[in-house]
T-cell receptor, first 115, second 114 residues
Framework: AQTVTQSQPEMSVQEAETVTLSCTYD???????LFWYKQPPSRQMILVIR??????QNATENRFSVNFQKAAKSFSLKISDSQLGDAAMYFC????????????FGAGTRLTVKP | NAGVTQTPKFQVLKTGQSMTLQCAQD?????MYWYRQDPGMGLRLIYY???????DKGEVPNGYNVSRLNKREFSLRLESAAPSQTSVYFC?????????????FGEGSRLTVL
């Protein structure tokens, strides 16, 4: 079964600075999708960014970008110009293109943003 | 723009009691899911329904039952609650056969079993 590992339980960043959250995954498949979800204190899970494994170009959404290294099975999230509203739990997730009914999540990284 | 709606938001049960968590989505998604979230463990899949009329076990199905009532609604039932089922439960939905299939989540239901 695929596993997703987030090795940083907690991270902190100064407002306006840049932070990178790490994620690695284990799979024998070649076609899959990767996601980063944000969970603020309200508990609502919000999609931040997604990456298709067949795409070599790294996904970008405004201040959020990823570094997708397929051979290394690594999928890190970079947050630029951090804002107080970025404080949340961040979850990395993997979804197989073959069996797309099971999305696997990492344990999460709690991000604190210091003013 | 309701998206995915789950009820109740909070519930306290005694060991052995039963309850049902309700979930409805208005996005015409084929697939629906129930996850549980525990500290340090991320989200784990309990059950899913790939389409109306079908349900399948996920990673942690023991102690739960589900019903896909129609395309919109997917309920999760605890027949005899145990303290180990204290958790936050999330319902989610997605398109099954279209693109990456990202999940759209409800706001979560916090369940405490005493």
């Amino acid at each position: 079964a695929q596993t997703v590992t987030q090795s940083q339980p907690e991270m902190s960043v100064q407002e306006a600075e840049t932070v990178t959250l790490s994620c690695t995954y284990d799979t024998s498949e070649s076609d899959y999708y990767l996601f980063w979800y944000k969970q603020p204190p309200s508990r609502q899970m919000i999609l931040v960014i997604r990456q298709e494994a067949y795409k070599q170009q790294n996904a970008t959404e405004n201040r959020f970008s990823v570094n997708f290294q397929k051979a290394a099975k690594s999928f890190s999230l970079k947050i630029s110009d951090s804002q107080l509203g970025d404080a949340a739990m961040y979850f990395c997730a993997y979804r197989s293109a073959k069996n797309n009914n099971d999305m696997r999540f990492g344990a999460g990284t709690r991000l604190t943003v210091k003013p | 723009n309701a998206g995915v709606t789950q009820t109740p938001k909070f519930q306290v049960l005694k060991t052995g009691q039963s309850m049902t968590l309700q979930c409805a989505q208005d996005m015409n998604h084929n697939s629906m899911y129930w996850y549980r979230q525990d500290p340090g463990m991320g989200l784990r899949l309990i059950y899913y329904s790939a389409s109306e009329g079908t349900t399948d076990k996920g990673e942690v199905p023991n102690g739960y039952n589900v019903s896909r009532l129609n395309k919109r609604e997917f309920s999760l039932r605890l027949e005899s609650a145990a303290p180990s089922q204290t958790s936050v439960y999330f319902c989610a939905s997605s398109y099954r056969d279209r693109g990456p299939g990202e999940l759209f989540f409800g706001e979560g239901s916090r369940l405490t079993v005493l």
